[in-house]
């Protein structure tokens, strides 16, 4: 006989693997292969990641905090096999902090400019623009439009 308070037992569902790499471009002028990715066997213009040494870079920026790039880098460069600069390690987090940085701003903007496009909307709808006079159903608006939603679904 089960208790009322019994309720068996189940399998909890499973944290997603949301450390997903991707292949990125290769640099059209770049020499030098990013730490983290080697290049395509099957695409000579894209990178392929290197799940270890990303993951290791990604612990990398944490022990940042604690000690100095020099560190860091000989520990990267002992845990993956690749070498890594204390000066290149420096150039990759400043540079991954400055595109974090912008894509916020960026985003931020965006919020600012869909915010500003709701307004105008209900204004034209206090002055009763309707048609040929509302800017909302000008040719321009509706270019504008389609190319933004074009560039969004690509």
């Known amino acids: ?22 292949s990125v471009p290769k640099h059209p002028g770049g020499r030098i292969i990013p730490f983290g990715y080697k290049e395509s066997e099957t695409d000579p213009d894209m990178l392929d990641p290197i799940p270890l040494e990303l993951e290791a870079l990604e612990k990398a920026k944490k022990y940042l905090r604690q000690y100095s790039f020099a560190q860091v880098a000989a520990w990267l460069t002992k845990t993956t096999g690749r070498e890594i600069s204390k000066d290149s390690l420096n150039k990759r987090v400043k540079s991954e902090v400055e595109r974090k940085r912008k894509t ?16 105008a909307k209900q204004y034209e709808k206090k002055l009763g623009k309707e048609g040929d006079t509302s800017f909302f159903d000008s040719d321009f608006y509706t270019s504008l439009a389609s190319r933004v939603d074009s560039e969004c679904t690509t």
């Not at 006989?1 to 991707?22: A, C, H, T």
């Not at 916020?104 to 307004?119: M, S």
């Open 1 to 22: 006989m089960q208790n009322e308070r019994d309720l068996g037992s189940w399998i909890l569902p499973q944290p997603l693997d949301d450390k997903v790499w991707v």
């Open 104 to 119: 916020a701003h960026y985003r931020n903007l965006a919020r600012r400019l869909y915010k500003t496009l709701e307004k």
